[in-house]
């Protein structure tokens, strides 16, 4: 063997061997999460990889984490006293290279094989081992022995495979005979496998082994798989058959996983034996663990809820008697007390008189679903008793609203000095918005007006017992003539007092017929808007704060000189506010809106309006009082 040969089988031992560890540790790590997450060890798998995606790193990382964490908060325990969660599984760690594997490896790799063609062609026939091969349904091959000089078998030559043999690294038959076990296969010193082969060869007792996890390298290139080896002596050597397990371990986990995602089992009675045969699913679902993989109707009936026992006995006389297939659905009792709800269904398999020799099941749990479909019931009453509220205290808003704000027609409302007047008061169409829009006029004792507009804020009942509050509440103040600023001072005193609190907005004005002077204030409310000789604009004037957000505040009253014709328009916020444009937009629209309408009589100024502006009357209440002056 050439220099290039021993370090090439060196990097192949080192290889190994770090492959070795790696699995080892990704087996440790699965275990550890397992424990700690109360599933099984393929479900754990799943969520390391998850976990290793999350925090960007390599799958051996993550699981080299996993274990060092484990290992800093509790002194890992041996392997024989390993704890595992319920449920979990615990994969194979790889067999522990012995010294004398590594050793043996190292002579490999400086073996000399030029005598290894002649020691084939001296080989005797074997018809034992050839009938052996041809016998076998898995892979096979024919090794026998290369000795050193003192007699100890060292290795073994490839005399013969059959033609079904695998290979992990998927070289052919052609490929292996006449080359060396060890060096094609250096996983064979490591797993014990060659000792087992030389003990076969030296006693004549067969050997077999596994499912276990086998890992070999080859050019770097470390692979493994699950699998079973048997081993028989023959006369030149000794006879290894094998399977790797790589498409039934992938389709067994693929299956597991998909029936504990979905939480179904399978199983098969037999009614000869009485016994109970499926999926580790099927007893996960009755909250059983069978100790030989089997159950008994007995043991499923143990644990079935007392009340749900006779639809169970009624499903099963219908099964007998119908011989046809039944569902049914129960609750279990699992130890902790906690109640599971399944779904099972049972076919009856029958033979050719027509009687059933074995049923087929299939269970589902179905717990979070019923727990689903209640939650959801529960909220569906819920909302309904919400609605049944809501739509009362609808009514009775709406009924509110129209005991407390007066008939627009009505003549209280039109008989003003000096003025002529008109209103549009409208409540949103939808009920849900229903708020405390607000009108209010009187015929002072002095000869003056009294007119105001305001808003409650919010909607709903709450809304119209605070707007009811606002309006009663200034009526009786007007009559103590004071300006409208003090009239809105105390005004916003009343609105602190109540309870629950509350905010709105409002603008109060009096107007002297003689001598057409208007005084108004404002409470965080739209300015009013004056149209004189087809010009519009709004009477603007510093702001003051909103009723109810600052206590004894001295709200300014302002004087506006009118002239004979003049229209003034109070309003709400309704009829201006929009969601994709600003308030002060909303106000300069609707002055040019004023300022384009005909001369004419006020209603139909108000109609305008409406229309032009695109008033929503979904959205919010909305109150127009303008008056003109005579």
């Known amino acids: 063997m050439t220099e290039t040969d021993a370090m090439s089988m060196g990097a192949e031992l080192s290889g ?16 550890v999460l397992a424990d700690r997450l109360g599933c099984p060890s393929g479900e754990a798998l799943q969520h390391l990889i998850w976990l290793a995606r999350d925090l960007d790193l390599e799958l051996d990382e993550a699981a080299a984490l996993v274990v060092e964490g484990d290992r800093a908060v509790e002194e890992a325990p041996d392997a024989s006293e390993g704890h595992v969660g319920r449920g ?6 790889p067999p522990q290279a012995e010294p004398v594997a590594e050793e043996l490896l190292r002579q490999v790799a400086a073996a000399d094989t030029e005598q290894d063609a002649v020691l084939l062609d001296a080989l005797d026939e074997d018809p034992g081992a050839q009938a052996v091969l041809d016998a076998s349904l898995t892979s096979a091959a024919h090794l026998v022995p290369v000795r050193d000089g003192d007699g100890r078998v060292v290795d073994f030559l490839y005399a013969a495979l059959n033609e079904s043999a695998d290979d992990l690294f998927e070289r052919t038959p052609d490929e292996l005979v006449g080359r060396r076990l060890l060096r094609s296969e250096p996983g064979a010193a490591l797993s014990g496998l060659f000792a087992a082969y030389v003990r076969v060869l030296e006693t004549g007792e067969p050997f077999a082994r596994g499912p276990f996890l086998y890992t070999s390298a080859q050019d770097g290139v470390t692979r493994g798989s699950r699998m079973t080896v048997r081993c028989v002596p023959v006369k030149t050597g000794v006879v290894v058959s094998w399977r790797y397990l790589r498409g039934e371990d992938r389709m067994r986990w693929r299956l597991e996983r998909a029936e504990r995602l979905v939480a179904i089992g399978f199983g098969e009675w037999d009614l000869a034996s009485g016994r109970i045969t499926g999926s580790p699913q099927m007893a996960a ?31 099963l006389r219908a099964l007998f008697t119908r011989r046809e297939p039944v569902e049914v659905e129960h609750r279990v009792v699992l130890p902790s007390g906690r109640q599971r709800h399944l779904w099972v269904f049972a076919e009856p398999v029958l033979d050719a008189s027509g009687k059933p020799v074995t049923i087929n099941l299939v269970s589902q749990d179905i717990t979070r679903r019923r727990g ?27 009924t ?20 002529t007047v008109a209103v549009r008061s409208l409540a ?5 918005r229903i708020g405390g829009d607000w009108f209010a006029t009187r015929s002072l004792a002095d000869g003056r007006a009294l007119m ?36 809105v001072g105390w005004l916003n005193d009343l609105v602190l007092d109540l309870e629950p609190a509350s905010t709105g907005t409002a603008v109060v004005a009096h107007f002297e017929p003689q001598s057409r002077f208007l005084e108004w204030a404002s409470a965080g409310h ?29 709200y300014a009253t302002h004087s506006t000189q009118l002239e004979p014709g003049d229209l003034v328009l109070f309003y709400t916020d309704g009829l201006i506010e929009r969601r994709d444009a600003d308030l002060e937009d909303g106000i300069a629209r609707l002055a040019d809106i004023l300022a384009g309408c005909p001369e004419g009589e006020l209603e139909a100024v108000l109609d305008e309006v409406l229309a032009r502006i695109g008033h929503d009357r979904s959205a919010d209440d909305t109150t127009l009082f303008a008056f003109r002056v005579t």
Request: charge should be negative.
């Open 372 to 398: 689903v479909e209640r939650a959801l019931a529960r909220t569906r009453r819920e909302i309904l008793r919400q609605q049944n509220l809501t739509a009362q205290e609808r009514r009775v808003t709406a």
């Open 16 to 31: 190994l061997r770090d492959g070795e560890r790696e699995r080892a540790v990704l087996s440790e790590a699965r275990v």
């Open 428 to 432: 949103a169409e939808s009920d849900a």
């Open 400 to 419: 509110l609203r129209r005991a407390i704000l007066p008939d627009p027609d009505s003549g209280s409302v039109r008989r003003l000095p000096g003025v």
């Open 526 to 554: 739209p300015p009013p808007v004056l149209l004189r000789d087809g010009k519009a604009g709004p009477l603007s004037v510093e702001a003051d704060p909103l009723l109810g957000a600052a206590p004894d505040f001295e």
């Open 88 to 93: 979990a599984v615990v994969a194979e760690a």
């Open 285 to 315: 679902n009755y909250g059983l663990e069978p100790t030989d993989g089997s159950l008994t109707p007995e043991e499923l009936g143990e644990v079935v809820h007392k009340e749900d026992r006779e639809l169970i006995s009624e499903g």
């Open 452 to 487: 105001a507009v305001g808003d409650a804020a919010g909607h709903g009942l709450p809304a119209a017992a605070a707007m009811a509050r606002m309006r009663n509440g200034l009526l009786g103040m007007a009559y103590t003539g004071r300006s409208p600023g003090r009239l």
